[in-house]
């Protein structure tokens, strides 16, 4: 939006100005010179830096009493100026240097100068970048500017607005960018690092009063097919929007984070994650604000998002910065700090007594943060949701800090995979949405930080480190009751090459199922669900070479055989399980089975023999859900092997179920639409929707077909409920087609 | 109220993926500047597996045993170079150097034995190494690397004490010459003075064949495990003759590996009960049963900062990390 091009032109428009700014020193004259200043070009201006910057130096250096407001206006001018200019020479440098310094330091009373902050943040503001960062005497005053600032600064944050806070805090991050590796003297002494810290876990204080938190869901586990976006520059500055008890300003916290990154990448980084690390220890109150500083301190170490201005200073070595993150790493995801109370469902925390006892440790030490940070105007949540919602952003800040710490090590995070990954995992599949959400994002960090291409590649090419996790944990099931939920996750993101994996660990899950049926059969089974969704998609039937097999030594099993066999014992037992749920689950597990097993008949048909008469009950008396699944599982075997299955079920199931179709009939057909409702009803639907697929998989003969065909055609009357009569309907269509007609 | 008792250990990781029972195991310390020890494992399907440490996988696989089972890894300081005894009656001799892994020579072995061999590495140049011999009891000694034969160590024919089962070359402190303990068949174990060729002492330990011995040269002690359900302690004294110090009575028969750890510390015996069992080294005190794995425990080896991994017939390697070293 220049308007003049020309130095002829600038200096036309920008001599009367500078004229009565010499001639008359006020803030207003400053301010009109700015706006003039606004409408000249970059060009023009460099050619006539000197003309310009000349009443503003001659304001700063004209002796007497100066009025705050108007060295703040000047040095802001002289900031705009410089930085569309570029200093040329030496001598002006220098100058400019000393007279900017000054209004930070008073010479005489050997203190800083009593100026306000922001007049110092302007002072700041102008030296920063434009100038040659080095010199010695400026370095004591900047130190000794720190030191003070550092002592008011838990006061400042304290009692200011927000824009107050923004201009302290953009000040503090003036003083480190120019201190560079120097900030260290501040550090050294434990008073100001002290103060330092606790304005620092002040301010970051959260507000954890939002109730949504702990009520917001998250059911769906099908997810990770998700790949990581690799548009975002900065993906270590991405964070989940999060509330705090003292701002409001988005800005002040972007801030606070910038000065963290910044002590991290010039500060002594063992003293500052020791130190943050203790405050972590220390309380829970302080906690959360700690590990948000760590996870900035790793950044800033790593050199992300710092913009250095001193050559000399040499960044963390990568090897100590992988043992730094590693200890970090371990804090986080220790038993005490990684699984804590997040709700309060009966699955979650009712079922393991070891559980609850940490959980209800960690409600009563988290209880009196709550009270602190409930807002006296609204009605005070109880104290349960409070430290519900603070141990979920604990565990929301520790993930970030993952993605974050795998940001800062690149490649190199691939060597703390081990431990790192199945945690991660574990929260992915966490219930809190918050949770799961940050979960997913910091292994979307991983794969951007490792080279992974997908999420699913991630857990494929470490699936050794997730099995170890996996069978290890499964040996304290009651400590990790989230074990089979991360097993289920990796079956369903694993191929056919982690088979000799999955063998392995499938032998420790069914030795430990067998020692769990009671308590934690939902998790098994579905673990079982996914391990033989996996085996299906899977199963292309190895051809084995009948010349390289000895005749009289029956070849190994191949692994997804074995499995399958293995699994389906277990099916025949948890078939007749007293929870309905359980039932559904395992009779699909067991349709799976069937699949997997077709061309291995000599394990199949033993293993259908046992299923068979808990399959029948099934059938016969069970829940419609059941009597539908049931038929689903007697198709797939019917496909498989229908000889063995037909004069059983002309024998043992056939009679029964017509003979309840035909008592049922007279019933339905007098009843008023309650009858929809009832368990007769959906049984009588059932068995008809079933009879029909399946006689016509099992190619029944003539005389079988028609018992059930006398039994159907009862529903045919106008009478039944129009849904049995279309059931009736369809099983008669499937008996024509059996019959070849 | 009583203290609970402490969880049984767990292993600190395990190492999947040598795909078949797993005999042998060995640490490498890795040469110079390598940092990290490395550990190789020997499997029934004749593969050497190295494993990192660092990542947990494997960094090299080396087949050199025609797909016989591997019993016994060594390495050697020069190189480095690695030994590895398979039962397709071979010893090679592997460069490791630089991420090489080619075999550089073989011996070829004439007995069929289960017998593991054991090294003598005195100079940089020369070692020397025993193996089983050409007779069935016979122990055979060559110079190494020019696989000259030393000689052949051959029990007197009233002894016969079988098959040597296990070997362990040593050397004394205030000695030079060169001895071999020999656990037999027979349940015996015997001390050889290798440049007199002769037994200077044996006793009788077990009453099942020998399966493994280790020896503690400063306390002049060492532990022998057989088939049967005994340890046994045993110590030479001045005139160098062996004395049975003590046995300890184990819940289940049959002792595949013993290893004394380098501290002095501890012991752990690889149990045919799928167990590990560790004990206090001068005491004997039970200490801890390991429970990890499902078959056999073939082997057990202690990396020289204390880490014990043990190898089975369930395939896996399970890595503990035990009561810190001193």
Redesign the interface.
């Known amino acids: 939006m220049a308007v003049f091009d020309t130095p002829e032109e600038a200096f036309g428009v920008l001599r009367p100005i500078c004229v009565q700014l010499t001639k008359t020193q006020t803030v207003e004259n400053v301010e009109r010179l700015q706006a003039q200043l606004q409408v000249v070009s970059d060009s023009a201006l460099q050619e006539l830096q000197q003309y310009i910057l000349f009443p503003l130096r001659f304001t700063l250096k004209t002796p007497g009493p100066k009025r705050e407001h108007l060295i703040q206006s000047v040095v802001e001018c002289i900031t705009l100026v410089l930085s569309s200019t570029c200093v040329k020479e030496q001598e002006l440098l220098q100058e400019l240097f000393s007279e900017l310094s000054a209004c930070l330091y008073s010479p005489n009373s050997q203190k800083p100068a009593a100026a306000s902050e922001e007049l110092k943040l302007a002072v700041i503001q102008g030296l920063n970048e434009k100038v040659v960062v080095g010199s010695r005497a400026f370095a004591d005053i900047l130190s000794e500017n720190l030191h003070s600032l550092a002592t008011s600064l838990p006061r400042l944050m304290n009692s200011q607005d927000d824009q107050g806070r923004f201009s302290t805090l953009s000040l503090l991050l003036g003083y480190l960018k120019l201190l560079g590796p120097k900030v260290n003297f501040v550090l050294n002494s434990v008073a100001h690092l002290q103060r330092l810290s606790k304005a620092l876990i002040q301010v970051l204080e959260l507000d954890v009063t939002d109730i949504k938190i702990v009520e917001e869901r998250h059911w769906n586990s099908e997810h990770l097919s998700t790949s990581p976006e690799t548009s975002a520059s900065r993906p270590w500055a991405q964070m989940q929007r999060r509330y705090f008890r003292f701002f409001t300003d988005e800005r002040v916290f972007l801030l606070l984070r910038q000065v963290c990154q910044l002590l991290g990448f010039y500060g002594n980084l063992y003293l500052l994650v020791d130190h943050f690390m203790e405050l972590y220890h220390e309380s829970v109150v302080y906690r959360k604000q700690a590990a948000m500083i760590l996870n900035e301190l790793v950044v800033g170490a790593a050199g992300l998002g710092v913009e250095n201005l001193h050559e000399k200073h040499i960044k963390t070595n990568p090897e100590e910065l992988r043992e730094i993150v590693t200890s970090i790493l371990e804090e986080y995801t220790s038993q005490e700090n990684w699984y804590l109370v997040t709700c309060l469902e009966a699955e979650e925390v009712g079922e393991e007594l070891t559980m609850m006892r940490s959980g209800l440790q960690a409600l009563a030490s988290g209880a009196h943060t709550c009270q602190a940070t409930s807002p006296p105007t609204f009605s005070k949540p109880s104290p349960t949701i409070c430290s519900m919602n603070s141990n979920i952003w604990q565990i929301c800040i520790q993930l970030e800090g993952i993605g974050h710490f795998a940001h800062a090590l690149g490649i190199d995070f691939?060597?703390l995979l081990?431990s790192a990954l199945y945690p991660v995992l574990e929260k992915a599949g966490d219930q809190t949405l918050l949770i799961s959400q940050a979960a997913i994002s910091a292994m979307m960090d991983i794969c951007q930080a490792c080279g992974y291409d997908s999420l699913q590649q991630l857990i494929n090419q470490n699936s050794?480190?997730l099995?170890?996790g996996i069978?290890?944990n499964l040996?304290?099931l009651s400590l990790h009751p989230h074990t089979p939920k991360v097993l289920e996750v990796m079956l369903q993101n694993s191929d056919a090459s982690l088979l000799?994996?999955v063998a392995?660990v499938v032998?420790d899950v069914l030795t430990t199922l067998d020692q769990f049926y009671d308590k934690r059969t939902t998790s098994f089974v579905s673990v079982l669900h996914a391990l033989l969704a996996a085996l299906e998609e899977q199963s292309d039937p190895p051809e084995v070479d009948e010349n390289d097999t000895d005749p009289g030594v029956p070849p190994p099993l191949p692994v997804q055989i074995q499995i399958a066999t293995d699994v389906m014992e277990r099916c025949i037992h948890l078939m007749s399980d007293k929870s309905l749920k359980i039932r559904l689950k395992v009779l699909d597990v067991l349709d799976l089975c069937v699949v997997v097993l077709q061309s291995h008949k000599n394990q199949l048909l033993p293993l259908a023999h046992r299923a068979w008469p808990s399959l029948v009950h099934r059938l016969t008396n069970d829940d419609p859900l059941a009597v539908l699944r049931a038929f689903k599982v007697l198709r797939t075997l019917g496909g498989k092997c229908g000889d063995f299955l037909r004069s059983r079920f002309c024998k043992d199931v056939l009679p029964k179920l017509a003979g309840s179709l035909v008592s049922q009939a007279p019933i339905s057909a007098r009843a008023g639409p309650v009858y929809f409702h009832t368990l007769a009803f959906k049984l009588q639907l059932a068995v008809l929707q079933g009879l029909g697929p399946l006689c016509e998989r099992l190619d029944l003969g003539e005389g079988d077909l028609n018992k059930v065909a006398d039994a159907c055609l009862i529903y045919l009357s106008a009478k039944q409920p129009v849904k049995l009569q279309e059931a009736a309907r369809s099983f008669l269509i499937h008996k024509v087609k059996a019959l070849g007609y | 109220m009583a203290a609970p008792p402490l969880p049984p250990p767990d292993p600190q990781f395990v190492l999947r993926g040598a795909q078949s029972a797993v005999h042998a195991l060995h640490f490498c310390e890795g040469a110079q500047g390598q940092g990290r020890p490395l550990l190789l494992s020997g499997s029934l399907r004749g593969l050497v597996h190295i494993w990192s440490l660092q990542t947990r996988r494997v960094v090299a696989t080396l087949d050199g045993h025609g797909g016989q089972c591997v019993t016994w890894l060594q390495t050697l300081p020069q190189g480095p170079q690695l030994l590895s005894q398979g039962r397709d009656l071979k010893l090679c001799v592997w460069d490791l150097a630089e991420g090489r892994n080619a075999v550089v020579d073989s011996v070829l072995l004439e007995s069929v034995g289960f017998c593991r061999g054991s090294v003598l590495a005195g100079g940089l140049q020369r070692w020397m190494l025993a193996v089983p011999g050409r007779g069935s009891d016979e122990v055979q000694i060559l110079e190494m690397p020019s696989k000259t034969s030393v000689c052949s160590l051959k029990p007197e024919a009233q002894a016969r004490p079988g098959m040597p089962m296990c070997l362990q070359l040593w050397q004394a402190d205030s000695s030079p010459r060169p001895l071999l303990l020999a656990g037999y068949e027979d349940g015996s174990v015997a001390l050889w003075d290798v440049s007199s060729r002769k037994v200077c002492s044996r006793v009788a330990c077990h009453t099942e064949p020998v399966m493994g011995l280790d020896f503690d040269s400063q306390e002049a002690r060492g532990v022998s495990g057989s088939a049967e359900k005994t340890l046994a302690v045993w110590s030479l004294d001045e005139q160098q003759a062996l004395q049975v110090r003590g046995t300890h009575v184990l819940t289940n028969p049959g002792i595949a590996d013993v290893k004394i750890r380098p501290d002095r510390r501890i012991l752990a015996a690889a149990g045919w009960d799928h167990r590990v069992r560790v004990f206090h080294w001068r005491t004997m005190k039970p200490l801890a049963v390991l429970a990890f794995h499902s078959a056999t425990v073939h082997c057990v080896a202690f990396a020289a900062d204390g880490l014990l991994a043990t190898g089975s017939g369930d395939q896996r390697i399970s890595v503990w990390s035990l009561y810190p070293c001193t």
């Open positions: 691939r060597l081990m050794d480190y099995v170890n069978s290890l040996r304290h000799p994996l392995d032998q």
